[in-house]
């Protein structure tokens, strides 16, 4: 049964593709995020210029797939009509649709005038809307998981420690001090 | 893999008119998590549990609690202790989709008038395979192994309620449980215990592992309620999936309350808050 075992194995394990792609545009968007937030500190700690220069574009790219991971929901209900409701009381809903919400101002300022017209400060201001949009956005990913929590929880886990780092930069000169 | 029989049998559709399920499909997509947590999971660990099953050849379900002739007793030993019986039914899972398949075995009913109940039983357990160090689901602690769940003593003598031994007019893949099987098409997938070795009758309610693992999300009922929602998603539609969906997306169709069953099953829950007792 050799060629059959195969055959199973490269099939998608059929009925509901839709519900795989939501699960893999949903990870890859986290993935992606957590990644553009690794850039400063591999900056910091390598000297390496590629880091920063390459964040805007995979912080766009979690977005991408982001608002993708939305549009094949809809397509999953058949329908947006119910996202509202499901918004107010799914807090699993709430909180990925608030993440996806928080990354569009970023979206909206992430080209090189927008530095310019917004002043720095400002632009950073809004653009540290990514720390609440990813810790919703893994919340959003323990909710969503059934059983075995340990994906997830990688997640989350690398995202504590990336926001636990500029924490502990943010505070480390006052405590020199 | 056979993919290209039509083993659907004799019931193409249920009393519905809902198609059945083509067996390639129900034999791929199965939430069975002692064999893997995805979709295809079950179907590609399978040979795990056939071999498993191979080596404990004669398969015993050990009888206890409040039962007067507890024991073990073989599996084609207790299949003879009733009719067998060829029913179609509707799987609905708690996750909003559902297959409609036939189904064979006896009567869990017949099964425990067999062995015998006490005046002071009052509901069953059900105790699915235990085996950790074979079962790649069982190495992690996700869930509290092994998988238990249960019904109550009404409920699991109700006519509906199957012991299956086999599906689509064959034993019973690996993947869906093999080799025996709960089948109590009113209630929600998870309460359909899979690979059954124990079965236990009991005083108290007992400690069913979804609603231990997430007790807000699965209660210990579980029947089919379009009304009640699961915290993350609506259970008012379900995903049928009959292989008529060209294998991109299969039409959502209303869910019925206890899954199109409710003439035949309602009474045993009069005057039951089935939104408390869901």
Not at chain 1, 88 to 108: D, H, Q, Y
Not at chain 2, 63 to 83: H, I, K, M, N
Not at chain 2, 87 to 113: H, I
Request: with cysteine.
């Amino acid at each position: 049964m050799a060629a059959g075992d195969v055959a199973v194995r490269r099939r998608p394990p059929g009925g509901q593709p839709l519900e795989r792609a939501l699960e893999q545009t949903g990870v890859l968007a986290l993935l992606l995020l957590v990644l553009s937030l690794a850039c400063t500190p591999l900056r910091v700690w390598t000297g390496w210029t590629w880091p920063a220069r390459v964040r805007r574009a995979l912080g766009l790219l979690a977005f991408g797939y982001a608002a993708l991971h939305l549009l094949i929901y809809a397509l999953d209900q058949g329908t947006l009509a119910q996202l509202p409701a499901d918004l107010l009381k799914r807090p699993f809903i709430t909180a990925g649709g608030l993440a996806l919400a928080l990354l569009l101002p970023l979206v909206l300022t992430s080209g090189r005038q927008a530095v310019r017209r917004l002043g720095f400060q400002r632009w950073q201001q809004v653009h540290r809307l990514v720390y609440s949009a990813a810790v919703l956005a893994a919340l959003h990913f323990y909710w969503g998981v059934k059983g075995d929590k340990t994906e997830p929880l990688l997640y989350a886990g690398a995202l504590a420690l990336l926001l636990g780092w500029r924490l502990w930069r943010a505070t480390a000169p006052a405590r020199r001090a | 893999e056979p993919t290209g029989i039509d083993r659907s049998g004799p019931h193409q559709t249920d009393e519905l008119g809902g198609l059945v399920t083509p067996f390639a499909l129900a034999t791929r997509y199965n939430n069975f998590y002692e064999l893997g947590w995805g979709k295809g999971d079950p179907a590609r660990h399978a040979e795990v549990l056939r071999s498993y099953i191979a080596a404990h050849e004669p398969w015993t379900v050990t009888f206890s609690g409040e039962v007067e002739r507890p024991g073990t007793y073989d599996l084609a030993t207790l299949l003879g202790w009733g009719e067998l019986q060829e029913r179609t039914y509707r799987l609905r899972c708690v996750e909003a989709w559902s297959m409609v398949m036939p189904w064979q075995g006896v009567l869990l009913g017949d099964v425990l008038r067999r062995v015998g109940y006490t005046s002071q039983a009052r509901y069953v357990q059900l105790t699915s395979v235990f085996a950790p160090e074979t079962l790649p689901g069982q190495r992690s602690a996700s869930l509290d192994w092994p998988y238990v769940e249960g019904l109550r003593l009404d409920e699991a003598l109700h006519p509906l309620t199957l012991l299956a031994s086999g599906m689509y007019g064959e034993p019973l893949p690996a993947q869906n449980g093999a080799p025996l099987r709960l089948a109590v098409p009113w209630k929600y997938g998870f309460k359909w215990a899979k690979s059954v070795t124990h079965i236990a009758l009991t005083r108290e309610m007992p400690l069913t592992t979804w609603s231990v693992a997430a007790p807000h999300e699965y209660g210990f009922y579980a029947n089919v309620n379009p009304d009640v929602d699961h915290p993350r998603w609506s259970q008012a539609t379900e995903r049928r999936l009959d292989g008529q969906g060209g294998g991109l997306m299969e039409a959502r169709q209303e869910t019925l309350p206890f899954n199109g069953y409710a003439e035949q099953v309602a009474g045993l829950y009069a005057g039951q808050d089935l939104r408390r007792d869901f």
